[in-house]
Nanobody
């Protein structure tokens, strides 16, 4: 079974940075598109960004472009979400997930993703 385990997150002041990790367990992450999603308090789940299998092309929601960066460490079977210039609006529970549809280009819609991580809290507050 495809399982992903998340780490990172925490609390930071506005303008700060955090890095989240998503590790594949029992499979090679680089073979799949990996998506990141977040859920703000009282809100629905929103696609934040995704990174494609093999080539590693990325796609981001407009609100995080220029501030969030996805990358891979294939040797460690990890995908990183580097978050800079954080604002209170970035607060939420963040999830990574596996695109089991094998879309040719990764998507920010959760319906294409299965095997969700356990979630990690990001809080941006002064």
């Amino acid at each position: 079974q495809l399982q992903v385990v998340q780490s990172g997150g925490g609390s930071v002041q506005p303008g700060g940075s955090l890095r989240l990790s998503c590790e594949g367990s029992g499979f090679t992450l680089d073979y799949y598109n990996i998506g990141w999603f977040r859920q703000a308090p009282g809100g629905g789940r929103e696609g934040v960004g995704c990174i494609e299998s093999r080539g590693g092309d990325t796609n981001y929601v407009e609100s995080v472009k220029g501030r969030f960066t996805l990358s891979k460490d294939n040797a460690k079977n990890l995908v990183y979400l580097q978050m800079d210039s954080l604002t209170p609006e970035d607060t939420g529970l963040y999830y990574c997930a596996v695109d089991t549809y094998h879309l040719p280009r990764c998507a920010l819609e959760e319906r294409y993703y299965r095997n969700w991580g356990q979630g990690t809290q990001v809080t941006v507050s002064s």
